[in-house]
């Protein structure tokens, strides 16, 4: 139905909101705490904060689903824990508002992934949005020296990882609870950061207290609230759809950066930013005008 729609696409919009002001968090953040240890307390606090959600009636899992939540939610975990970080530690040697746009190439990335898991054909549209992020993400981040900055790399790897997992995600949140889903990767997002700042930071308690106000934020806003609504989202919005909106928080991000970090870009990053932010609108709307059925993640509504 319509209305469901367009909710979707309203709760897809607040998402994309509270990510693009992640990365400012997530900046101011790391003056206190190590990446590997500020993703780690943030996902703690992200599962803590949907436990209570888990004993709602209307969450309760459904028996036909109970068996194959736990290994789905493991995978979800694993490709996230992979993105989030490669875009934390990216984040340390970047600024929020480029990290926001580079971040924002896996909405290109959907559909050429959907090219080889699908054999599907790639419309125009999709090569010619490529084109303009890939020229775009030139001008933003390779510098008249050809060199490219450490922070930038890790970040659009930690992109290729975002769009499995809006990939992936399409594909669950039709078969599992919004809630349930979203709990069990937060947990193998905290366990497996929090393990690996055990062996490469050090964890002061009054270095976390200082960075508690990111970490609020970044644990039950952009954890535990987004990603709940990012599932519940994508069940009446088909993958590239979502992926359309989500790319807006490149743009918040970069306002974020601007009004609350004072960062500021050159010309030619803004020239980058603008090509990109074209890039991903037109590979989006393109396919999705042209062949809704064709996104990776699409299910028919019966």
């Known amino acids: 139905m319509k209305s469901t729609a367009l909710k979707s696409d309203f709760i897809l919009l607040v998402v994309a909101a509270i990510w693009g002001l992640a990365f400012v968090a997530q900046r101011i953040g790391m003056d206190h705490v190590g990446p590997f240890t500020f993703n780690g307390v943030r996902f703690v606090l992200g599962g803590l904060s949907l436990v209570p959600f888990v004993f709602f009636p209307r969450n309760r899992i459904k028996d036909q689903n109970a068996g194959g939540l736990l290994p789905s939610g493991i995978i979800s975990g694993l490709i996230l824990f992979c993105g989030i970080s490669l875009q934390q530690v990216g984040l340390v040697y970047t600024t929020a508002g480029k990290a926001g746009f580079i971040t924002g190439l896996y909405v290109v990335m959907v ?6 898991i ?3 054909r790639t419309s125009p549209g999709t090569w010619t949005g490529a084109v303009l ?3 775009g993400m030139y001008f933003l981040s390779v510098t008249k020296d050809m060199d490219m900055a450490f922070g930038d790399l890790l970040v659009f ?3 290729v990882c975002f769009a499995f997992h809006l990939i992936i995600i399409g594909r669950l949140s039709q078969r599992f609870d919004t809630v349930g889903l979203s709990l069990v990767q937060c947990c193998v997002c905290a366990a497996l950061s929090l393990v690996t700042a055990l062996f490469s930071e050090t964890l002061v308690l009054s270095d976390i207290l200082d960075a508690a106000l990111p970490l609020l934020y970044g644990g039950v806003l952009s954890v535990g609230v987004a990603y709940s609504l990012q599932i519940y989202g994508q069940k009446n919005s088909p993958t590239s759809h979502a992926a359309i909106i989500l790319c807006l928080e490149s743009v918040v991000a970069a306002l974020g950066g601007w009004i609350i970090l004072d960062e500021m870009l050159s010309h030619r990053g803004i020239l ?3 090509l990109m932010l074209a ?7 393109y396919s999705t005008k042209r062949d809704p059925k064709a996104d990776p993640g699409f299910k028919e509504t019966p």
Request: net charge positive; hydrophobic share 50%; charged share 5%.
């Open 272 to 274: 980058g930013c603008i």
């Open 118 to 120: 699908k054999n599907s």
């Open 279 to 285: 890039g991903m609108l037109i590979s989006q709307l």
């Open 133 to 135: 992020a890939g020229i």
């Open 157 to 159: 790897f930690s992109a």
């Open 111 to 116: 559909p050429l992934i959907g090219l080889f």
